[in-house]
């Protein structure tokens, strides 16, 4: 009698283990799509943030969450290549960092779950109905600067500034809509102004040299292309001597003067909280407002400075 219940306890402890097993291999892992725009030390932020984020909240790559990651490497039509990829592979939710990216994924699906991050204003980029109440599939987080507060950090840097170029790629509405709330600004502050406007990076060099001797100082809003391009900026503004104010600390490390900004890897965090509302809790889109980062940072470039000899205010390094 005991050798039959010693069987009968070896056999449902197999059929016990075997339950797991395929209970194990049935489990799906959550497929995450991530589409970039390009790389540049923001968008790379971003994007390590999103997933260091869901890693603190027990979603790990290769665990129970799958992550299929595309960089468009600046190309318009790679977005749309990447975005009809990451859709057919019904990923769970998608990851689109940078307005033409976040665009190319919400103009293939309307049902798949899409957040965005590094997207400046996601009702002017017809992502959203209202900033306020998405009403679509799409939600995430704004990468909005104070840009007025950075023109100011212009004048307070360079108080002798007179007329600034506005360095900025014309096809990119995120810079479009800072670049606005940038000439109202100068204004203000009783700065003149002229656009600088590029459509690829190959202009940019040309589109910056030609600002020698016309201007006292620039300011790039965050733009993709130029920060991109910030060391082809840096060639032709440091050997210059001319200030640059950036929309954000990438572009102040790769060769602009100084900034106050946002720090995109806490943006990129906020973001996959976001997620996590979505996995865990049943969230949706529609009805999850768009979200801000409240802390900004002065940052300078103290090699740059001291190459195009400025000196910076001792109240904003304290």
Same mark, same amino acid.
């Given at each position: ?22 209970? &194990? ?227 102040? +490390? ?15 965090? +906020?973001?996959?909280?976001? &997620? ?43």
């Amino acid at each position: 009698m005991k050798k039959i219940s010693k069987v009968l306890a070896v056999s449902l402890a197999f059929i016990a283990a075997g339950t797991f097993l395929c209970s &194990a291999k049935k489990q799906k892992q959550i497929k995450i799509g991530v589409i970039q725009l390009v790389e540049h030390p923001a968008l790379d932020a971003s994007y390590k943030g999103f997933v260091d984020g869901l890693k603190d909240a027990g979603y790990v790559d290769g665990v129970n969450i799958k992550i299929d990651y595309e960089n468009a490497q600046g190309e318009q039509s790679n977005c749309v290549t990447i975005a009809d990829k990451l859709v057919s592979k019904r990923s769970n939710l998608i990851f689109a960092i940078a307005t033409p990216a976040a665009q190319a994924v919400a103009n293939k699906t309307s049902t798949i779950p899409v957040l965005v991050t590094a997207v400046t204003d996601p009702k002017t980029a017809g992502l959203v109905e209202s900033n306020k109440m998405p009403g679509t599939n799409v939600s995430g987080t704004s990468d909005l600067t104070p840009v007025a507060a950075q023109i100011d950090l212009l004048k307070k840097i360079v108080p002798s500034a007179k007329k600034v170029g506005l360095l900025y790629c014309s096809s990119e509405e995120n810079s479009r809509f800072q670049i606005n709330i940038a000439k109202e600004a100068c204004k203000g502050a009783g700065l003149s102004f002229v656009d600088a406007t590029v459509s690829n990076t190959n202009e940019v060099q040309q589109v910056v040299q030609s600002l020698v001797g016309k201007v006292d100082a620039i300011y790039c809003p965050t733009d993709n292309m130029i920060a991109s391009s910030m060391a082809t900026v840096s060639l032709v503004t440091t050997e210059a001597k001319i200030p640059v104010i950036c929309g954000e600390s990438g572009m102040c +490390q790769s060769g602009g003067l100084a900034t106050y900004g946002i720090n995109y890897y806490e943006l990129g965090k +906020q973001t996959a909280k976001m &997620a996590v509302e979505i996995f865990a809790n049943g969230k949706k889109p529609a009805q999850m407002p768009i979200q801000y980062l409240d802390k900004c940072d002065f940052m300078y470039n103290k090699e740059v400075a001291d190459a195009i000899g400025v000196k910076i205010p001792a109240d904003l390094i304290k």
